[in-house]
């Protein structure tokens, strides 16, 4: 079974400009959540997604948004970039509803630097 | 979820055995404990998940203690290739959670 996909691996943005990731999830898999990552905050969870609705958000700005596909592919947008959203960002699913007793599988992240 | 409290950093030997202590005072009756593995520049991997006693799988071995307030991650022989950060997960089946990773702790296996 194929893992978590996330592409682009790398992304170089400049502030003020928008960006999209995507994340397929395992086969069979219907949540996605999505975290960020940085070396001063750490792993910090964003939302999760399942069944093409938007279960629970993380505290961040309203400028980070996603969605879900039918097909449970996810994407994430973040808007306005700014220097401070240089990041690894990582989507991870899982088979049910995300709760912690549930195992996340990761993808591998996208890195994106804002310039 | 439970708030967990964990070593910043460990350093260690390759071939020893390594114990990474969990600390979650406030665990509900409900709550699992997760532990996950992190490489740089890669997303996290599960390792093992556990309720209580011992839970052990070809990678490692998870000891909690009756009162369940910590737990206890035994990686056994240590290699190189083990250094990474591992975090600890507590939390139950309710759904809509935020999912809180700590600073995690960050191994360091030394030849």
């Known amino acids: 079974k194929a893992g978590v996909t996330q592409t682009p691996r790398y992304l170089i943005k400049t502030r003020g400009q928008q960006v999209t990731l995507s994340c397929s999830p395992i086969s069979g898999h219907r949540s996605v959540s999505w975290y960020q990552q940085t070396p001063g905050q750490g792993l910090q969870f964003l939302f999760e997604y399942f069944s093409e609705t938007q279960r629970n958000k993380g505290n961040f700005p309203g400028r980070f948004s996603g969605r879900q596909f039918s097909n449970s592919r996810s994407e994430m947008n973040v808007s306005t970039l700014e220097l401070g959203d240089s990041a690894l960002y990582l989507c991870?699913?899982?088979?049910?509803?995300?709760?912690?007793?549930?195992?996340?599988?990761f993808g591998s992240g996208t890195q994106l630097s804002v310039l | 979820l439970a708030k967990t409290t964990q070593p910043i950093s460990m350093d260690s030997y390759e071939g020893q055995e390594v114990n990474i202590t969990c600390s979650h005072n406030?665990?509900?009756?409900?709550?699992?404990i997760t532990w996950y593995q992190q490489f740089p520049s890669q997303g996290p991997r599960f390792i093992i998940q556990g309720y209580k006693t011992k839970v052990t799988n070809e990678v490692a071995s998870l000891f909690i203690p009756a009162d369940r307030k910590s737990s206890t991650l035994s990686l056994p022989r240590v290699s190189l290739s083990d250094t990474a950060v591992y975090y600890c997960l507590v939390g139950d089946d309710n759904y809509g959670q935020n999912f809180v990773f700590g600073p995690g702790t960050r191994l360091s296996v030394l030849p």
């Open positions: 991870a699913s899982s088979p049910r509803q995300g709760s912690a007793n549930e195992k996340l599988f």
């Open positions: 406030n665990i509900a009756t409900n709550d699992y």
